[in-house]
């Protein structure tokens, strides 16, 4: 939670602690307790902050490799759901089970290969290219990703029916709650599916880009990137699915070549930043900086985090 509070908030309480340096002493208390493992759907408020640590870890990983060493992607299996659990979408992450572990994969890879791929002076080797074993890895990762996109997806076991609002006039019980209106229901399902779909393909982009080693210009990247932009269609502006695209909008802006593109993405940025979290607005004034230099952004990244 402080490292929350950090990231949203910079500089809250008066001793000046960076959210990585929050995030590594929760990795340390978490190995401690037996890993994310120990915590189980019993145990709600263990459970619940397991998943949030989940969330940290692996996008603050994916935000950059100088933000600290993250759990082993191992942690993130989900051996305590299996099967089609592990496909069913977490309306707190936004993604399925199966999502977090893939993306953490993910993010080992790609900090293994930053390593090799980027200087000291902070630019990216033109000569540099994957192992065998590398490319092999991510593959495999590949396939994982595209299981997840297609895969029959299950909503999530926390959604039950809303009632009315307080102004309501319309008579109700205790034991018969005013239901959504069914446009409302609708959008609530078509935006968790988009969000789900946007992390997948945010995850694609980070491999292609960072793992493989391809161009902005890679058809698979743009492709991505095109999925991604629309899933913001499927997002209305303003909602709570919204403020959890952080992460794929910088990922899809940050590669996107066409004007439209930039400007759709910029701009449910903006929207976002409206809410006052302090981190979108670093994110987005980072992907300015990008466009503006062509440069990749995990180049020019200085402690962001993108989530």
């Not at 089609?84 to 999502?99: A, R």
Request: charged share 20%.
């Amino acid at each position: 939670m402080l490292a929350s509070m950090e990231i949203i908030s910079p500089n809250t309480f008066e001793v000046p602690i960076s959210w990585q340096n929050h995030l590594n002493i929760a990795r340390q208390i978490v190995v401690a307790r037996g890993g994310p493992q120990s915590a189980h759907r019993k145990d709600k408020v263990s459970y619940f902050l397991s998943r949030w640590f989940a969330y940290l870890d692996v996008l603050g990983s994916l935000s950059g490799s100088k933000n600290g060493q993250p759990l082993s992607a191992v942690y993130w299996s989900n051996n305590d759901l299996g099967g089609e659990d592990d496909f069913q979408i977490d309306c707190l992450l936004g993604f399925t089970s199966h999502c977090i572990g893939v993306l953490a994969k993910i993010a080992e890879l790609a900090r293994q290969c930053d390593i090799e791929r980027i200087d000291s002076a902070g630019t990216i080797r033109a000569n540099w290219r994957p192992s065998p074993a590398t490319i092999a890895a991510a593959e495999k990762l590949e396939a994982d990703l595209r299981q997840g996109r297609e895969h029959v997806y299950k909503g999530c076991m926390h959604h039950r029916p809303s009632f009315s609002s307080p102004s309501s006039t319309t008579a109700t019980t205790s034991s018969t709650p005013l239901l959504p209106p069914e446009s409302e229901v609708g959008w609530d399902s078509l935006e968790v599916y988009a969000t789900n779909a946007a992390f997948h393909w945010a995850g694609l982009i980070h491999l292609n880009r960072r793992v493989l080693g391809r161009p902005s210009t890679d058809p698979e990247v743009q492709n991505a990137v095109r999925e991604i932009v629309g899933a913001l269609y499927k997002v209305r502006p303003g909602s709570t699915a919204e403020a959890c695209l952080l992460f794929p909008m910088f990922t899809a802006g940050c590669d996107a070549q066409d004007a439209g593109q930039r400007e759709k993405i910029m701009t449910r940025l903006k929207s976002v930043e409206g809410c006052g979290m302090t981190q979108v607005r670093k994110a987005r004034r980072l992907m300015q900086r990008v466009w503006d230099s062509g440069r990749a952004w995990e180049t020019l990244v200085t402690g962001e985090f993108f989530g």
